[in-house]
């Protein structure tokens, strides 16, 4: 049973979010500003460092690094059309960003609300989804199925890999058996 206090509690949070589920050009401009910009300072950076040291280069570029997830952040928020009102501002935005992290705006837009519509859904698995099997399908599987699914769920491989191969190759690929 749900208690009173829970009720409250959670009415008193979704108060406290609603202020946040709204687009604020404000914020919305700054966070592209700072990250945009910051990406674009730190290439040049390492352009002026090149000459001098490629040790001073590198730290750069792993910090550039930091800033294409923040770029991929901005863009999966324009691919949900929440990142500002406008959907023309979310899609300039989606695009310039995609191009930026070689992720290709309007077909990774179509893909995720796809994601978004079946993840968990058993029977509409396939587009964006981490393999997942019933019980039933992994007793009857093989030896080899089941220890590469294994494999697929270990934390390592599900949280650190399979995210950079995801990033660096599949989303830029163009594969018929997912096209619209």
Not at 104 to 118: D, K, L, V
Not at 141 to 161: D, E, H, I
């Amino acid at each position: 049973m749900i208690s009173d206090q829970s009720i409250e509690s959670t009415a008193a949070w979704k108060t406290i979010v609603a202020e946040y589920q709204k687009p604020s050009l404000l914020r919305a401009l700054w966070q592209i500003v700072n990250t945009f910009g910051g990406y674009v300072l730190l290439w040049y950076l390492m352009y002026l460092s090149l000459p001098v040291s490629y040790w001073i280069a590198l730290p750069l570029a792993a910090l550039a690094g930091a800033f294409v997830v923040r770029i991929f952040i901005i863009f999966h928020d324009c691919g949900h059309g929440s990142f500002f009102k406008s959907r023309r501002a979310n899609d300039l935005v989606g695009f310039i960003a995609g191009a930026l992290t070689f992720t290709p705006y309007y077909h990774w837009r179509w893909e995720h609300a796809i994601h978004h519509a079946s993840a968990g859904d058993l029977d509409r698995r396939g587009t964006g989804d981490v393999w997942t099997m019933t019980v039933q399908e992994y007793l009857v599987s093989s030896r080899g199925r089941r220890f590469a699914y294994r494999l697929a769920r270990n934390p390592v491989v599900l949280f650190v890999l399979a995210p950079m191969l995801v990033l660096s190759h599949i989303s830029r690929m163009s594969f018929t058996s997912r096209r619209r």
